[in-house]
């Protein structure tokens, strides 16, 4: 082959090059370092929107370039002569509405003897910023509502180490997005969990076992200070370019559980109210049943009296037997003031292995009192072998205070008055105790309101006796139920834990 066959065959190959190149839409250019003449392909003046047969040099070429980016365009091309730098460049065309964008990418040939010359292509890029801008937006866009969520949001990989830092999280945490990317998670848990935590990833990772994963859990966080407090923790689970992440979703408990210890102290202070409530409707009875001791006592050392002055010797045992009576009388009044201080004394919640016998006799002794005038029969089925549980005293004799009330009321004007209170066991750990009476009986459109709150049929009634009694029972684990029974009176059900062991308290 010749010299000129060669040439033709290179020059028909350079034109197929530049045929297939300018058909997937990325021009060439040339600009002759010397002349600063700028050669363009087909391609390269369309993208520019430059004719055909119109002369381009390097100025003709930044007069096409958007104001903004000119300059930073002019001086990477100089550094690219300079030093020889390769070029790779973004910028938007001028005069073309939207911004349209162009991508070049070039380097430096040299010849001998010669400048050389800057070539390379340039491509349209319009669609990829527009994707990128679109994108950007859709991420300030969830930053914004991610900024606006109360729950703290954290992205960590499958290591452990944190690739998102929520502004909630920055908050609730007290450390800055800088300082918390790239830390492992357990810097925000205390002692033993930090230690355990890349474990728990590993385990996952290897048996894919789930134990918190879509599930949630209250667990303890820990603040930059090196303070803890209660977070609620939900962990969702995601895969990108073949890893595994994991984002959680953190709500701080704080406020919710000092609202909820606030509560208790609200019902505690209304449990204290109905105390005394149930005290105050007792004081009449207790005034009677009072009276007739301390009455025996007034008599008893009245005859004393008689009897000192008449003659000392042949009366010293009767004397002494009056005496000992009056001590008697006096010690009975004694119990029921020290009971009645007992109940409306107020004191912390303790539970304690107590009797349930002594219980029912103790909580008997305030509210059935008067119930022997009224024409009550008490009946006692007290099962032995069952009677130890697991309770606060105070309470649980202030649940049975207010039944019997209830009960005696029920019966005031009903021919027949019977009081029946029983146990038994219903289960492995509960003990259910049960109080029926005589009386009218629960109609059925009342059953359903029975222990709701503020709910009562007496006429100076709080409506509050028989909800905190369930809510009493309900804090020891049992449950309570009320029922007509077959004598058309109502029967109060209750259970209680039975005490791990047999030994009593003895109520010291």
């Known amino acids: 082959?010749?010299?000129?066959?060669?040439?033709?065959?290179?020059?028909?190959?350079?034109?197929?090059?530049?045929?297939?190149?300018?058909?997937?839409?990325?021009?060439?250019?040339?600009?002759?370092?010397?002349?600063?003449?700028?050669?363009?392909?087909?391609?390269?003046?369309?993208?520019?929107?430059?004719?055909?047969?119109?002369?381009?040099?390097?100025?003709?070429?930044?007069?096409?370039?958007?104001?903004?980016?000119?300059?930073?365009?002019a001086q990477a091309i100089q550094r690219a002569i300079d030093h020889g730098d390769n070029l790779d460049l973004m910028y938007r065309v001028a005069d073309r509405q939207p911004s349209h964008w162009l991508r070049s990418r070039g380097g430096l040939v040299k010849e001998d003897g010669g400048a050389g010359y800057l070539c390379g292509i340039v491509l349209d890029v319009d669609q990829q910023k527009v994707l990128e801008q679109e994108l950007r937006l859709q991420q300030s866009q969830l930053r914004s509502i991610l900024d606006t969520v109360p729950d703290a949001m954290i992205l960590i990989d499958g290591r452990g180490i944190m690739r998102f830092f929520s502004s909630a999280a920055e908050r609730m945490f007290g450390l800055t997005e800088k300082e918390a990317i790239g830390q492992n998670i357990s810097i925000l848990m205390p002692r033993p969990d930090a230690t355990?935590?890349?474990?728990?990833?590993?385990?996952?990772?290897?048996?894919?076992?789930?134990?918190?994963?879509?599930?949630?859990?209250?667990?303890?966080?820990?603040?930059?200070?090196?303070?803890?407090?209660?977070?609620?923790?939900?962990?969702?689970?995601?895969?990108?370019?073949?890893?595994?992440?994991?984002?959680?979703?953190?709500?701080?408990?704080?406020?919710?559980?000092?609202?909820?210890?606030?509560?208790?102290?609200?019902?505690?202070?209304?449990?204290?109210?109905?105390?005394?409530?149930?005290?105050?409707?007792?004081?009449?009875?207790?005034?009677?049943?009072?009276?007739?001791?301390?009455?025996?006592?007034?008599?008893?050392?009245?005859?004393?009296?008689?009897?000192?002055?008449?003659?000392?010797?042949?009366?010293?045992?009767k004397i002494e037997n009056a005496m000992e009576r009056a001590a008697e009388q006096a010690l009975r009044a004694g119990q029921i003031i020290r009971r009645l201080?007992?109940?409306?004394?107020?004191?912390?919640?303790?539970?304690?292995?107590?009797?349930?016998?002594?219980?029912?006799?103790?909580?008997?002794?305030?509210?059935?009192?008067?119930?022997?005038?009224?024409?009550?029969?008490?009946?006692?089925?007290?099962?032995?072998?069952?009677?130890?549980?697991?309770?606060?005293?105070?309470?649980?004799q202030q649940v049975m205070v207010n039944l019997f009330r209830n009960a005696l009321e029920a019966m005031s004007n009903a021919p027949r008055k019977e009081l029946s209170i029983s146990n038994t066991r219903v289960a492995d750990d509960m003990i259910e105790v049960t109080v029926s009476d005589t009386g009218a009986g629960i109609p059925d459109d009342i059953k359903a309101k029975l222990f709701q709150t503020f709910f009562t049929t007496k006429d100076t009634g709080m409506g509050v006796g028989l909800s905190i009694s369930r809510s009493i029972i309900e804090a020891h684990g049992g449950r309570m139920w009320a029922e007509t029974n077959s004598a058309g009176g109502a029967t109060f059900r209750f259970t209680l834990p039975i005490a791990p062991g047999e030994d009593l308290n003895d109520g010291a």
């Open 341 to 396: 201080r007992d109940f409306v004394a107020r004191g912390e919640s303790e539970k304690r292995v107590e009797s349930l016998a002594k219980l029912v006799e103790e909580a008997g002794a305030l509210g059935l009192t008067g119930a022997r005038e009224q024409g009550v029969v008490l009946r006692f089925r007290m099962d032995p072998s069952n009677d130890s549980v697991l309770v606060d005293r105070v309470q649980i």
């Open 1 to 73: 082959m010749t010299d000129q066959a060669q040439s033709s065959e290179a020059l028909a190959r350079d034109r197929r090059l530049q045929q297939g190149i300018d058909q997937y839409g990325v021009g060439s250019w040339e600009l002759n370092l010397a002349t600063r003449e700028l050669s363009w392909s087909v391609t390269a003046r369309r993208l520019f929107g430059v004719a055909p047969d119109a002369p381009v040099n390097f100025d003709t070429f930044l007069s096409l370039i958007d104001l903004e980016d000119r300059e930073r365009v």
């Open 196 to 317: 355990r935590h890349d474990n728990y990833i590993s385990r996952y990772n290897s048996t894919g076992e789930r134990h918190i994963i879509g599930i949630g859990r209250i667990v303890t966080g820990q603040r930059k200070n090196g303070s803890t407090f209660p977070i609620h923790l939900s962990i969702g689970e995601m895969e990108s370019g073949g890893e595994r992440y994991f984002t959680g979703f953190i709500r701080d408990l704080t406020e919710y559980q000092q609202t909820q210890a606030r509560l208790h102290e609200l019902q505690a202070e209304l449990v204290h109210v109905s105390r005394l409530t149930a005290m105050g409707e007792m004081a009449s009875a207790l005034a009677h049943e009072l009276n007739q001791p301390l009455s025996a006592i007034s008599n008893y050392m009245k005859g004393s009296r008689r009897l000192l002055a008449g003659s000392r010797d042949p009366n010293t045992s």
